[in-house]
């Protein structure tokens, strides 16, 4: 039986890496969504499949009660092929078992059904097992099995054993759906794997085939190459080049997919990569904003209405769901729905039936779904503003797109990209200087993609020479409209302090990051800290009480000059003198 090779231990998550153990006082359904974020984190990290179980299956006993738990993947002709185990150091040692036995395996696969075995001693399943062990021990041990699966296909098993005291009755109901809906996780990414393994193994093969004419024994193929590229999406860095393999992949099915990431980073572009890549392309592609809608109309405009359904339904209207149907679905902004349509919208995901909004005919839909959100949906799960049931349902299979702050490598190209398309729709021949694409891919653009596109525009169009230089931006000029657009929100806050700038964790758009806060997010940032606001690459040097100093000496120490040039207000300025003891000069 594999296990994870030895070269490679030092990749499984250590111990300490762990999240911290669950609070016993939080409610079990808090704990289980809070272990269903942690799982998916890891089966979506880019890594090898051993150590993404072997990571999984470590991190498990954060969330449960048990003792050992395993994964075991079974081959295609239904023998181990990968088994990951772990043990909880505070657990009794004796008697203890890294593999669960055979007949289990054998069992769990065959029924397709999660086994629960209140005490191992007494089972006959795992009689054997005692045997051979150096005692059978006193203490009871309970087991609990379920079965991987994807496509309904049974591909290993997910298990966990745990001591009693002997007086205890174990409840394996909770556990036992917790675990549940880690093994379909865990199935899925295993599947994923395989395709994306075999198509590698495919591609290499047809490197050595005699060539064929373009056409000539083609099939439909969504993941030919692992280096993928995709019409409309630039870039290089290893953020992308991840995301844009796992598209390709997640392509050839028909699985539920949830692109998540700020704004701006992309994800309608991601949605319609995915249906030109599926089976799906030659059918509608349809969208829809779930935020721009209310309640009412956002019903009327999934499902469709009938002739006087309300008022203004002159005539029949088929849904977006109807519209969309054996294609694909965008539903972006997911997170915005009220609590009472996702109900309706579970319904729809559940059984593929609906009817039209003032109708009683049921209707059969074939919809490939993809849903889009910036929302934090666990965030909401936890406070019951988002059903749990129709969390699981949309996230099957999770993508994060990268914010354009972790691909820095790619800004330059898509600069490009977006100058090359402002030339040819006005007939215009600029360039970026090398010194402009350095001063650009330094910037933190908090609307990613979106952001980037409009400073190349804007600097596009007001440029006065053929060759775009640094001092041809707006943050050259104080002009950046996104750092005004920070400064205001941030006044409007009512914060008459310097920290409470500090409320905010982003640094402007046109700031240069410092190599230390490249990344970080949690960090607070405050105008006094900061470089020169009109000066993107001007990073930190001076703590708040110098620059506080600097900016009175420069104003002739009148609050409201200082205020001005900090970007402050006299209060807030009075404020913080008092705050370091700085006594005002008098001329």
């Known amino acids: ?263 701006g980073t992309g994800k309608e572009f991601f949605a319609q990569a995915i249906h030109k890549l599926s089976r799906r392309r030659k059918k509608s592609f349809v969208k829809l904003n779930c935020a721009a809608l209310s309640e009412s109309v956002l019903e009327s405009e999934l499902f469709g209405h009938e002739k006087g359904a309300f008022t203004g339904a002159i005539s029949q209207r088929a849904g977006r769901f109807e519209l969309a149907n054996e294609g694909t679905l965008l539903l972006d902004e997911i997170g915005e729905i009220s609590p009472a349509f996702q109900a309706k919208l579970l319904r729809v995901l559940q059984e593929g039936e609906l009817e039209r909004v003032g109708g009683t005919k049921t209707l059969q839909v074939d919809v490939r779904l993809i849903c889009a959100t910036n929302k934090d949906l666990e965030t909401a799960v936890i406070k019951g503003e988002f059903r749990a049931d129709l969390y699981y349902r949309i996230n099957v299979v999770p993508i994060i797109l990268p914010p354009l702050r972790e691909r820095p490598g790619d800004i330059p190209r898509l600069a490009n990209a977006f100058l090359n398309r402002f030339n040819k729709e006005n007939d215009r021949a600029l360039a970026f200087a090398p010194s402009a694409l350095d001063l650009i891919s ?46 205001r929100a941030d006044r409007s806050n009512g914060g008459n302090t310097i920290d409470d700038l500090a409320r905010v964790n982003a640094v402007p758009v046109g700031l240069r990051l410092p190599a230390s806060r490249i990344g970080a997010s949690a960090g607070n940032v405050s105008p006094l800290a900061a470089g020169d606001p009109n000066d993107p690459a001007c990073p930190p040097r001076l703590t708040e009480r110098d620059r506080l100093i600097d900016a009175m000496d420069k104003a002739g120490w009148v609050q409201a000059r200082a205020a001005r040039i900090l970007g402050l207000t006299p209060r807030q300025i009075g404020y913080a003198l008092r705050r370091y003891g700085i006594e005002v000069k008098k001329f």
């Open 442 to 487: 330094q910037c933190y653009f908090p609307g990613n993609v979106r952001e980037l596109e409009n400073c190349v525009q804007r600097t596009a169009t007001l440029a006065r020479s053929r060759t775009i230089t640094p001092s041809d931006f707006a943050c050259k000029k104080s002009q950046c409209l996104s750092w005004l657009l920070w400064k």
């Open 1 to 263: 039986m594999a296990h994870v090779p030895q070269d490679r231990v030092d990749e499984v998550a250590p111990r300490d890496t762990r999240p911290e153990p669950p609070i016993k006082s939080m409610p079990q359904a808090d704990i289980a969504l809070r272990g269903l974020y942690e799982i998916s984190k890891v089966l979506t990290a880019p890594s090898e499949l051993e150590i993404t179980l072997a990571n999984v299956v470590n991190i498990l006993p954060s969330f449960l009660q048990m003792r050992h738990g395993a994964i075991v993947v079974l081959d295609a002709e239904g023998e181990p092929e990968i088994a990951a185990t772990a043990g909880n150091t505070h657990a009794p040692q004796s008697g203890t078992r890294r593999v669960i036995p055979q007949a289990i395996t054998d069992q769990i696969v065959a029924t397709g059904t999660p086994l629960f075995i209140p005490d191992v001693r007494k089972s006959q399943l795992f009689q054997a097992d005692l045997q051979t062990s150096s005692s059978s021990g006193t203490i009871p041990i309970a087991f609990i099995g379920i079965p991987l699966k994807a496509d309904h296909k049974i591909l290993g098993t997910l298990s966990i054993d745990r001591a009693g005291d002997g007086a205890t009755d174990f409840r394996d109901d909770e556990d036992t759906y917790f675990l549940t809906m880690v093994a379909n996780l865990v199935g899925r990414t295993i599947r994923l794997h395989r395709i994306l393994s075999t198509d590698r193994q495919r591609s290499v093969h047809e490197q050595w085939r005699p060539e064929k004419s373009p056409n000539e024994g083609r099939t439909y193929d969504p993941a030919r190459h692992a280096d993928v590229k995709i019409d409309g999406i630039i870039g290089e860095s290893p953020a992308l080049k991840q995301v844009l393999e796992t598209v390709s992949v997640v392509a050839g099915t028909n699985s539920t997919v949830l692109l998540r990431g700020e704004s």
